[in-house]
């Protein structure tokens, strides 16, 4: 296990990690459940008097979503009601001087880290460790707070880095978000599982479909890894088409284990049965996926016959799990699919665990309650690891802190 703020006393230089990673339209970030959650950490540590150095990424190289965090500064001000500086440097100089110009009580933002290059490449903790980002940063503080359990599926260096060189501690919503996702994994259920598996990165649902194996009774598709699925199913669609670049580049990397997974589990992978995609009136029109038209559009939703019939599944499951959006939810038009579950989720008595952090937003876009879900994970990819059993860098990295400083203590 590790420690948590509990441990922490007061007065300190912190340099924390959240997971402030956001929606982006047209270069404008999106305020979402993230900066809410994050500020009662950040707000905490303020009030406990410490100096507050904030850690974040936002987006991926090359994607239209990879952004300065200057507007993200401005979005947790509002939440912690406290101001928020911010450097456009990650470990230069420039971040270093504004690190040191902190007094206690003040929060700073660093820029992406993600634009430094010691970030992103996914290497064991103690080659993070040794890294300059590391290694420049970690002398300026007191200790470490990962408070990122959504990214913490991720051997990144602002996640694995530095607990291996400052005393490390759990924020609270990696606290609160392990041990509801933990806990999910040791459940039992007496009724059907089914999980509804949609968003845009192929990867990380089909890790999660291999871990799960038996025990997801029915899996249920949809979005950009749906049409994969579809398309290995050999359907003539889930590939790029007008100007797209989020099917070809991931059919390329996971077809094998697409093509292994629907071999293998036929009789429990439902597919979508019928699509959307935006007509020549700018309307929303629906085909069904057995249509043999030219689809040289983008097919942005899951159709109406396909809620209904996952509808059907749902209403016969005693436990549901959601990763990923069905449709590109953010437009109305293609709000459907991800909607039109998720209403049906709330109007049954299962157990249900929603992920994702674009598809927990869906929640609040389109005014339902939180309260009609058991739980509402603003983490992804690390929940459904979390649900597979499969360990986290980031949380094994925090453990392995506290581990140390015990060890120590004994000698
Ligand atoms: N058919 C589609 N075409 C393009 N984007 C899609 C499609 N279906 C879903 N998406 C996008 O997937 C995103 C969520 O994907 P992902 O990041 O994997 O999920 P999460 O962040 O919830 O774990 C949503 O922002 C949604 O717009
Ligand atoms: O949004 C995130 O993951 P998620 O999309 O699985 O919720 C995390 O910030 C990780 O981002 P990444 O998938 O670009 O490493």
Redesign the pocket.
């Known amino acids: 296990m590790f420690k948590t703020l509990d441990e922490l006393g007061s007065g300190n230089r912190v340099l924390v990690r959240l ?1 402030l ?1 956001s929606p982006v339209e047209d270069g404008i970030v999106k305020d979402n459940r993230r900066f809410a959650r994050h500020a009662r950490t950040v707000r905490e540590l303020v009030e406990d008097g410490h100096r507050v150095v904030v850690m974040a ?1 936002q ?2 190289p090359g994607r239209d979503s990879f952004v300065s965090l200057d507007q993200h500064a401005d979005l947790l001000a509002e939440y912690v009601e406290t101001p928020v500086g911010f450097v456009d440097d990650v470990h230069g100089d420039e971040a270093v001087d504004a690190i040191r110009g902190l007094d206690a009580g003040e929060i700073l933002l660093l820029e992406n880290v993600r634009m430094s290059d010691d970030e992103l490449p996914e290497k064991p903790a103690e080659e993070h460790a040794d890294s300059e980002f590391v290694q420049t940063l970690a002398p300026e503080f007191d200790c470490y707070i990962n408070d ?1 359990y ?2 913490a ?2 051997s ?1 260096a602002s996640l694995v880095g530095f607990p291996l060189v400052l005393p490390a501690y759990a924020g609270r919503v990696m606290e609160a978000e392990y041990e509801a996702n933990t806990s999910i994994a040791s459940r039992e259920f007496d009724g059907q599982v089914t999980m509804v598996l949609g ?3 192929a990867t ?1 649902v089909i890790d999660v479909m291999s871990a799960l194996d038996e025990a997801i009774d029915h899996y249920l598709l949809g979005g950009i890894v749906g049409e994969l699925f579809l398309r290995a199913a050999g359907y003539d669609v889930g590939y790029d088409v007008g100007g797209t670049e989020l099917y070809d580049h991931q059919w390329e990397q996971n077809e094998e284990r697409i093509r292994e997974l629907l071999a293998e589990r036929s009789d429990r992978i439902t597919l979508p049965f019928d699509l959307a995609y935006e007509d020549a009136a700018d309307e929303r029109a629906e085909f069904p996926v057995t249509d043999d038209v030219e689809k040289d559009f983008p097919l942005l939703d899951v159709g109406s016959t396909t809620v209904e019939r996952y509808g059907e599944v749902i209403e016969d499951s005693a436990a549901v799990f959601v ?2 959006a069905l449709g590109v939810f953010e437009d109305e038009r293609f709000s459907t699919g991800t909607v039109g579950v998720l209403e049906t989720i709330a109007t049954t008595d299962c157990f249900s665990v929603i ?5 927990s937003r869906a929640i609040e876009l389109y005014g339902l309650d939180e309260e009609y879900f058991s739980h509402v994970s ?7 690891r979390a649900l597979t059993g499969q360990s986290l860098p980031g949380v094994d990295a925090l453990t392995r802190s506290c581990e140390r400083v015990e060890s120590s203590v004994d000698q």
């Open positions: 997971d990673n990424h987006g991926r990122a959504s990214a599926h991720r990144h968003g845009a990165k990380d990763k990923g992920g994702g952090g674009d598809t603003i983490a992804g990819g690390a929940y459904v």
